[in-house]
């Protein structure tokens, strides 16, 4: 689950990490009325959307009046930002942070996430702020450093300094560093964050480290420990797809082709993805329904897949072992005659009860494509779709 930047900078302010002063707005008179609160000569109006690079895409506007925010708030407020990390519809714009103007002397890069080779969590920093980690990472990975963290010890005030150093700080700046850095990463475990991200940090012409942008990405496994954090989740940035799926435990992510697939197992519903794009279909989503699926979902995750108006074909592939083939072929012919399915369906079942599973769709009266075994189910869905493309 991701969070907004006012959330993310909210969440921080309470583990007594610095952030510039900023105030969220809905309107542009809220964004007029919000400069005027923070009486600054420049403020910055900045779109709240899941996304990163805002900035290069008009989603960031430097603002030298109160005035001025309020246009920005109205060029940005019911708009779809577009950016190089949405892909081409965009996300859309219901809020804006208004937020102080900052005197930039240094930008800086600062994340914290897990190294799951390692088994441990670590930290990664840059002098190059400001800047796509991804290309500093390509085209300069000199100037990334890390720091890995012990996961039975925790981060120690030493390991900060070291951080500090390699980004050039002096003086009071590594002081200010080592609680910053030590406050971000107490924020980072209490919150089960999966990802923290600072870019930029930034040092002022004062002295002062603040943070001036932040993500931060939560666990979702640890959402039921954190309620508070969950109730800022913000679902008018997902796909309403993936949302309605997860009120039912499906994992359900939309693709770009025309194959549904429903499947039960992350690691098969990959390698159906895989054997549907070998003999040349394209995949319409990742749906994995679970070990433990009830005739309700099954029949759920049907009317998602079709809901999506690309799909032009669908292949259920169920391996049973604590799910039983039969439960799930109940559920498929029920799921069927219930949405009025007009596409193709191929079945492939393989596990427990099987043949009590097929028998099922056999005596259903409806026009279900059995299959022996993954090959045959991809190849016959693949051809389906291709012979309803060539109609």
Not at 69 to 87: C, P, S
Not at 265 to 289: E, S
Not at 314 to 333: E, Q
Request: charged residues 25%; glycine residues 8%; hydrophobic residues 45%.
């Amino acid at each position: 689950m991701n969070l907004h930047e006012y959330q993310a900078k909210q969440v921080l302010e309470k583990f007594g990490v610095a952030v510039p002063r900023g105030i969220v707005a809905s309107t542009p008179a809220e964004a007029e009325a919000a400069a005027k609160d923070l009486g600054t000569a420049i403020t910055v109006v900045k779109a709240q959307v899941h996304s990163g690079a805002r900035g290069k895409a008009g989603g960031v506007i430097l603002c030298k009046s109160p005035e001025e925010a309020a246009e920005a708030a109205k060029k940005l407020i019911g708009t779809q930002l577009v950016t190089h990390q949405t892909g081409a519809e965009g996300l859309p714009v219901h809020k804006v942070y208004v937020e102080e103007g900052s005197d930039i002397a240094r930008e800086l890069y600062l994340s914290i996430t897990l190294d799951r080779e390692k088994s441990c969590n670590f930290i990664m920093a840059s002098t190059e702020g400001g800047m796509d980690i991804e290309a500093v990472a390509e085209e300069t990975p000199e100037k990334i450093f890390t720091e890995n963290v012990d996961p039975s010890v925790g981060l120690w005030p030493y390991q900060c300094r070291n951080v500090a150093f390699k980004l050039g700080l002096k003086g009071k700046q590594v002081n200010d560093f080592v609680k910053l850095l030590m406050n971000l990463y107490k924020c980072y475990e209490d919150i089960d964050a999966a990802m923290l991200e600072i870019n930029p940090l930034v040092v002022t012409g004062d002295d002062e480290i603040k943070v001036l942008d932040c993500k931060i990405n939560i666990d979702s496994n640890a959402l039921y420990r954190q309620k508070e954090i969950h109730e800022m989740d913000d679902e008018t940035q997902q796909d309403e797809r993936e949302v309605k799926a997860a009120k039912f435990d499906l994992n359900y992510i939309a693709l770009e082709g025309d194959i549904g697939c429903m499947v039960n197992g992350a690691g098969l519903a990959m390698a159906t993805m895989d054997i549907i794009k070998h003999y040349g279909g394209q995949p319409a989503n990742f749906l994995d329904v679970g070990g433990g699926a009830t005739e309700e979902r099954v029949t759920e995750a049907f009317k998602i897949i079709l809901s999506d108006s690309n799909v032009k074909g669908i292949l259920v592939n169920i391996f049973g072992g604590i799910m039983k083939c039969d439960i799930i072929a109940n559920g498929v012919v029920a799921a069927a005659k219930q949405v009025d399915l007009a596409v193709p369906l191929v079945v492939r079942l393989e596990g427990t009860n099987v043949q009590a599973g097929k028998e099922i769709l056999a005596n259903s009266g409806l026009p279900i494509i059995t299959a022996d075994d993954l090959d045959d189910a991809a190849q016959k869905v693949v051809a389906k779709v291709a012979e309803l493309k060539a109609a």
